[in-house]
């Protein structure tokens, strides 16, 4: 049991068009972050959440948005994807964030 | 704006050779965490340092959180091909309640030669 999953895995979409990526955990850990990953970038805050209903901003979080209705459930919605969009997107969960984190599988998406 | 710097960036060594690779900053970090990410999948926690001049050991893994908490070392001894992977250092920095996620470095991409 992995305790966090992702979905979908990979996506290809048009450009303008909505996307919603799904972050699913079964710890019950209060907080959870939403990342992108690039070459030469590195790992990029967009979104996180200590609680339902409490999310805030990260360092790029412009055309992006984030849902928590459920402990269990973070939602990343790109409202119009773009190309600089095209990223693999990691969700990460903990309980205590000094102490570490444990990623999903991520999704790798495609904005064409 | 915390920063960490990882170098080197790239490393690619014979098995069985030992190596060691360095996570830097001007900041000071309550934490610092050291993960490894395999092509395709996301990063695993191996390591969390919190106390200034910790040593801990995973194996054949040594890792060292500097006496000022602003960097830190990771040794490996007599490296394997499974060793190979993207290897990121990360610090906590108590801001913000602590819920702003942590602050990465880009890593050091680690290859093992058979």
């Known amino acids: 049991d992995a305790g966090i999953t992702q979905s979908p895995r990979h996506k290809v979409t048009e450009t303008g068009t909505p996307v919603t990526l799904r972050c699913h955990q079964t710890?019950?850990?209060?907080?959870m972050y939403w990342y992108r990953q690039d070459p030469g970038h590195g790992l990029r805050l967009i979104h996180y959440?200590?609680?339902?209903?409490?999310?805030d901003k990260g360092e790029v979080s412009d055309g992006y948005s984030v849902s928590r209705s459920k402990t269990e459930d973070f939602l990343l919605t790109l409202e119009s994807a773009t190309s600089s969009q095209t990223s693999v997107y990691f969700c990460?969960?903990?309980?205590?964030?000094?102490?570490?984190?444990?990623f999903g599988s991520g999704t790798r998406l495609t904005v064409v | 704006t915390q920063l960490l710097e990882q170098s080197p960036q790239f490393l690619s060594i014979q098995e069985g050779e030992n190596l060691t690779v360095y996570c830097n900053s001007s900041?000071?970090?309550?934490?610092l965490q050291w993960y490894r990410q395999e092509p395709g999948e996301g990063p695993v926690l191996l390591v969390t340092?919190?106390?200034?001049?910790e040593v801990k050991k995973l194996k054949r893994l040594t890792f060292q959180f500097g006496d000022a908490r602003k960097d830190s070392s990771l040794h490996i001894t007599a490296a394997q091909p499974g060793d190979t992977g993207l290897y990121l250092c990360?610090?906590?920095?108590?801001?913000?309640?602590?819920?702003?996620?942590?602050?990465f470095g880009k890593g050091t991409h680690l290859i093992i030669q058979p």
């Open positions: 340092v919190v106390t200034g001049g």
């Open positions: 959440s200590y609680g339902v209903k409490d999310t």
């Open positions: 900041s000071v970090f309550s934490s």
């Open positions: 990360a610090g906590f920095h108590p801001s913000g309640g602590g819920a702003d996620g942590l602050t």
């Open positions: 710890e019950n850990h209060r907080y």
């Open positions: 990460a969960i903990t309980g205590t964030p000094e102490r570490g984190y444990t």
